[in-house]
């Protein structure tokens, strides 16, 4: 007998207009396993399986390998992570039809040459070529918006400083009428949505990101009169010398590969007596979630790169001191305490490490563990912090 609230493999197969076959195939590839398996080894499927076939389906109509799909979409049975989910695959879809507009728009331009008898913009025709090809981009994008959303979510639910990360940040901005700002970096730009109705209205910000796709959809969402949104790599800043009161660079120094010239282009760009607020963390930094994935399997690695290393707590004033005259360290005082496997489960997920390699076959395995840990409340340690630097 059928259990209620399931579907057999056929009628699921039937409800998503795709063959029984496929939906095994997804069940061998270790893609979509069924909700439920008898003792005659019949599959049953649930509504929430059939919202993560959409999902898949909806990735495989956007160009990925179901090998990519199968790393992107781990987990996303959790309500809250299929949610966040849901909400980044919108976000890939608008940034895919802006992106095919422009392709849309050079066709056109070049039609209309052709028809003219009008010399043709080979560079456009040369865009176009390289905008049909975005599935690399699009994944990045998609990834990238994901692992920015799984470690803000985290810390905005369980950190104990009531004050919160982005408003601490914004206090030592001391951002004032008529100010012009450039954030490097900005990521999704939580630091101006925690704020914006603490802004001057004549202060001029500029959001940078080296991703144009991270920028759309934070101009998505930020619509500003006075936010201007620019990528490009910050080893080059493309702006005058001494033309910002105040560069911030939130979490984002570690990543620069060349931090000297970096840290030369911001002291160029910075008004004398403008203010440069870089933020890191140090070696103690949610140490526990290490702790807790290795216990689950030693071979788990959530980062190869120690980043604080290459710019923390520890060595940043001795870095940032040959190109400042000030350089002051202040410290953010704060821990998590965690009693809901998910969010935990998420951050993880969203590391730069080979975690993935060994948490997708054993996933139920693993959330039951961190459900086990977390049932009184996990406590993790966090160890960040900002530079604050004068010209």
Known sequence: MKPSGYYTSGEFAKMAHITIR???????????????????????????????LSQILLLKYLGFSLDEIRSMTIGDLDRSMLRNSLKLQLKLVKDRMEQMELVASAIEDTTHALEKDAPIDWNQMLDLIHLTNMENTLKSQYENSSNISARINLHALYSTNKQGWFPWIYEHCHITSGMQVLELGCGSGALWKENCDKLPTDTHIILNDISEGMLRDTKRELSMDNLTFHAFDCHEIPYEDETFDLVIANHVLFYCDDLPKVLSEVRRVLKNGGTFICSTYGSKHMKEITTLVQSFNNSIILSADKLYEKFGLGNGADLLTPYFSSVKREIYNDELI?????????????????????????????????????????HITKYSGMFICTK
Request: aromatic share 16%; hydrophobic share 30%; net charge positive.
């Open 22 to 52: 496929t939906i095994r195939y997804y069940d061998k590839a270790n893609i979509l396993k069924p909700s439920y398996v008898n003792d005659s080894g019949a599959r049953f499927y649930t509504d929430a399986d059939f919202a993560k």
């Open 338 to 378: 965690v009693d809901n496997a998910e969010p935990l489960i998420e951050y993880i997920l969203s590391c730069h490490g080979n975690q993935n390699q060994y948490l997708l076959d054993r996933y139920k395995d693993f959330r039951t563990y961190v459900e086990r840990k977390t049932k009184k409340g996990f």
